[in-house]
Every structure is written in structure tokens, then in C-alpha cells.
């Protein structure tokens, strides 16, 4: 439509300046030669103007084409970016539940190597004076409850509700340990690992300390951090020989130790290659 109308324009304004040469205004009383001179001048000077109103034009056009083709662009980009959000979200999700699978599984596995014993619903009290009592206990395993059926929000409020309540319960120290597997079981790895801590800083007696070691090396082996992985599985070996943390820790140490060496033959290939 725009194009149309400038082009009208452009033939409506050329053929005035055709009429004017065609039929210029004479003045009778000036001599012929003059009249001549002034119809050439004001010809040319409609000319100019003409040509002139035709450049805006097309200026206006050709704006007005690179504005549309940029938003078409930029529509074309937001649509790209929502499909790779809505793949990545899914993809994290993904992630989240095999992630929460796989410490599920680790934790059958380490149940029935105890021999079918749950040490986290039957803890040892922190000391001789931390006695548990009949609330305590009921409120403890209300909260591990949920951790069987994978709800591990729910146990996740539930257990930092007991920890308020019981801050030095006979259970503190093996709430915080299921505190940190459930975090971690989120995806929460940071959060975990503190939990993890305060159970090996904090309650160094418990029965819980070898496998919250195992999960701290564990944590930093998924962050990079391999060789403070690799000194705490040592660690778990020799403070905590013939149990299954230690038995877990080795299995770890061989995947470590098998991927430095893949690593270092890859460096040699490339080495021998160029």
C-alpha cells in the first residue's frame, strides 16, 4: 500500500512539473528571452523538489522493510530460546529423578549388606546421657517415613522440624545424616554436604560418621574435586575398616583411579599422534 501511494505521489507531482514546462506563466510586459530563462529555472527547481520527495520516500520504505525483517529476526530467536528452556527443564528434571533413584538404590544396597538392619530408624544415642523419649522417637520416625516413598520434601520439613524441636536428641545426629541424603537426593548438593558435616564435626562417635564421610567424598567427586575425594575415601578405608563404607569407598577409589589412567593414555595417544 505504502509503495502504491509513493508512487502515485512521485506521478501526480511529475505531471504538474510536465503541465508547467508545457505551459509556462508569461509575463507580457518582459521581454522574450527573460520569459525563457525564468520558465527553465522554475522547471528545474520543481525537478529538484521532485527527486528530492522521492528519496525520502524510498528512505521511508527501505526503513521501514529493515524494521520488519529485524522483528521477524528477533520473533524467530524468542522462539528458538523458549525451545531450548522447555528441553533444558526437562532434561533437569530428568536428571532430578535418576539422581533420586540412584541414592534410593544406594541405600537398599547398603541396607542389605548391613544384613537387613536400618542403623538410621535404631540410631545409637550421642552419648550415655542422651536417652531418647517415647515423643522424640515418634517424631523422628514420622519424619524417616517419607523417605521410602520418595517424598523427599516432605521429609525434608519433617526433618528440619525435628532438629528445631531436638536439637541434641539421642536422633539429632541421624536426622541430619537423612537430612543431607534427602537434599542431596534434590539436587541440593551444597545444602547436603553441611549436613553431612555437622554429622562427622559434630557427633565424631555416631554410627552415622563413616557413611556421612562417604557421602562428603562422594559430593566432591561430583563437583571436580577429586583429589579431596580421593583423600577422603583413603580416610573412610582407615578409620573405618571392614565396613561397608569402606567396601564403598574402594569401589569409588578404582573409578578414580581408572579414569586418571584412561586420561593419561588419551594424553599419550595425542602425544604419539602429533
Known amino acids: 500500500m505504502l509503495k502504491i501511494m509513493m508512487i502515485s505521489t512521485v506521478f501526480l507531482l511529475g505531471s504538474v512539473a510536465y503541465a508547467d514546462d508545457q505551459a509556462p506563466v508569461e509575463d507580457l510586459s518582459a521581454p522574450a528571452a ?15 523538489t521532485l527527486q528530492q520527495r522521492v528519496a525520502r520516500l524510498e528512505n521511508v520504505v527501505k526503513n521501514q522493510s529493515q524494521a520488519a525483517n ?17 528441553v533444558l527443564t526437562n532434561d533437569n528434571q530428568m536428571l532430578r529423578e535418576q539422581q533420586r533413584k540412584l541414592y534410593m538404590d544406594l541405600n537398599q544396597r547398603l541396607t542389605k549388606l548391613e544384613g537387613g538392619k536400618v ?27 517419607f523417605i ?9 520439613t519433617a526433618l528440619q522440624a525435628f532438629l528445631k524441636q531436638y536439637p541434641k536428641g539421642a536422633y539429632t545426629p541421624n536426622a541430619n545424616y537423612w537430612l543431607g541424603e534427602v537434599l542431596l537426593a ?9 549436613q553431612f558435616q555437622t554429622v562427622v564435626q559434630q557427633y565424631p562417635k555416631n554410627n552415622k560418621v563413616p557413611d556421612a564421610m562417604l557421602k562428603l567424598a562422594f559430593i566432591n567427586y ?8 580421593t583423600k577422603q575415601l583413603q580416610e573412610v578405608q582407615k578409620q573405618f575398616p571392614n565396613t561397608t563404607a569402606a567396601r ?20 599419550s595417544d595425542d602425544d604419539s599422534s602429533s
Open 222 to 229: 561430583d563437583k571436580g574435586n577429586i583429589d579431596a575425594a
Open 70 to 86: 529485524q522483528s521477524a529476526t528477533l520473533q524467530q530467536s524468542l522462539q528458538d530460546l523458549r525451545g531450548q528452556v522447555e
Open 186 to 194: 534434590q539436587g541440593k548438593a551444597d545444602e547436603a554436604q553441611q
Open 34 to 48: 527573460v520569459q525563457t530563462d525564468v520558465a527553465v529555472s522554475a522547471s528545474q527547481l520543481d525537478a529538484m
Open 248 to 267: 564403598l569407598a574402594a569401589a569409588k577409589l578404582v573409578v578414580i583411579n581408572q579414569s586418571k589412567n584412561n586420561n593419561q593414555n588419551d594424553g
Open 148 to 156: 521410602p516413598n520418595h517424598q523427599f520434601v516432605e521429609a525434608t
Open 119 to 145: 542403623t538410621a530408624v535404631v540410631p545409637m544415642p550421642v552419648d550415655a546421657d542422651a536417652k531418647a523419649n517415647p515423643d522424640e522417637y515418634a517424631a523422628y520416625q514420622k519424619a524417616y517415613n
